[in-house]
């Protein structure tokens, strides 16, 4: 039974804009990767959803941090906070949960030695006995039900907060990747940088968020699907009056067109790297799109259209990556090869 356990397990999936963390097959945690600490002490106030909700709004005796740049760690006391608090609150809902855990963590494919240390260093500070680290690509392909064993190729594309990973996979491995570090952030402040330059008005970081979930878009032509406009609210960044502006979805896929053309590069890096046997499969099986960017309307049908292969949007994208690190984690004997 779970309580005379010495280990517990859990799977991470660290994350530049949410951690999410598996216990027992069920997420348990899917937060904002935020930490809010004391400017004085440095102690931890919170984590996750409550810090993000104090970002952009805490007086100077509170700093909000978001401890994940580019998916790597670049605030390695602030992520050592951050884990062993969203653990706290694993622990605080399972009142036998150990102290003692296994984890195995997912990091992006580009990552090197140093921000691969970075994070297996913070998840041991947190409590980790055994800390196993799975590439994201991998995981992904994992968690949305692809044979990674088989001698048979298989295309990723996640697109997280901080980086776009693209990865090729057959027999267990990662034959040809391509680790960028454009993504979800990237668009976030595309559209923060428009708003400022086309509407006059200040927005924060939450504010552009919203615009990207409501009425991003990568085609200017979505027919039916298409949004209706997104009303903001801001100060002119001249005179500080109140604005109320409406954000189109075309006005949007302008403004991230840049982004969206780097992946669009990246996808095609790696297709060229690719043993032509593997390629051939890519273009019979498809290629997968997961990450909280594949959610972003139109993309699909623009790099179907772009590259001639066609696209699929992988069924859950956001938890995709978290569920294949909890399945490697289950059948950790299984795919320990696949770890580090």
């Known amino acids: 039974m779970g309580w005379f356990s010495f280990t517990q397990e859990i799977a991470v999936d660290l994350g530049t804009a949410n951690t999410i963390i598996i216990h027992n097959d069920r997420i348990v945690i899917d937060e904002p990767s935020v930490v809010a600490l004391d400017s004085k002490t440095n102690k931890p106030i919170a984590v996750g959803e409550r810090a ?32 062993r608090g969203m653990i706290k609150k694993v622990s605080a809902k399972n009142h036998w949960f150990s102290p003692s855990l296994r984890m195995v963590v997912c990091v992006p494919s580009g990552s090197t030695e140093v921000e691969i240390r970075a994070v297996r260093d913070s998840s041991e500070h947190a409590g980790g ?74 927005v924060g970081e939450r504010t552009a968020e919203a615009i990207k979930i409501n009425v991003g878009s990568a085609l200017t032509d979505l027919g039916p699907d298409a949004p209706e406009d997104f009303i903001i609210h801001g100060p002119n960044q001249v005179n500080s009056l109140p604005l109320e502006v409406p954000v189109t979805y075309q006005e949007v896929c302008h403004c991230i067109e840049k982004s969206i053309s780097k992946i669009e590069a990246a996808v095609l890096s790696a297709l060229e790297q690719t043993p032509p046997e593997l390629y051939q499969d890519i273009v019979h099986n498809g290629i997968f799109l997961t990450g909280g960017g594949a959610l972003l309307r139109g993309l699909d049908r623009r790099l179907t259209d772009k590259i001639g292969i066609e696209f699929h949007v992988a069924e ?25």
């Open 316 to 340: 859950d994208p956001l938890h995709a990556v978290a569920k294949g690190t909890g399945i490697a984690l289950k059948n950790i004997k299984h795919f320990k090869f696949l770890m580090r």
């Open 52 to 83: 993000r909700e104090m970002h952009g709004k805490a007086h100077e005796g509170i700093r909000t941090v978001r401890p994940l740049s580019d998916g790597v760690i670049a605030d390695f006391n602030a992520a050592e906070h951050m884990i």
């Open 129 to 202: 006995r055994d800390v196993y680290m799975i590439y994201e690509p991998m995981a992904a392909a994992l968690g949305i039900g692809l044979d990674v064993l088989a001698p048979e190729g298989n295309m990723i594309v996640d697109i997280g907060g901080g980086t776009t990973e693209i990865a090729v996979i057959s027999l267990g491995g990662i034959v040809s990747n391509k680790s960028i570090r454009t993504a979800g952030d990237d668009l976030t402040e595309d559209i923060q940088e428009h708003m400022r330059r086309a509407h006059n008005v200040r």
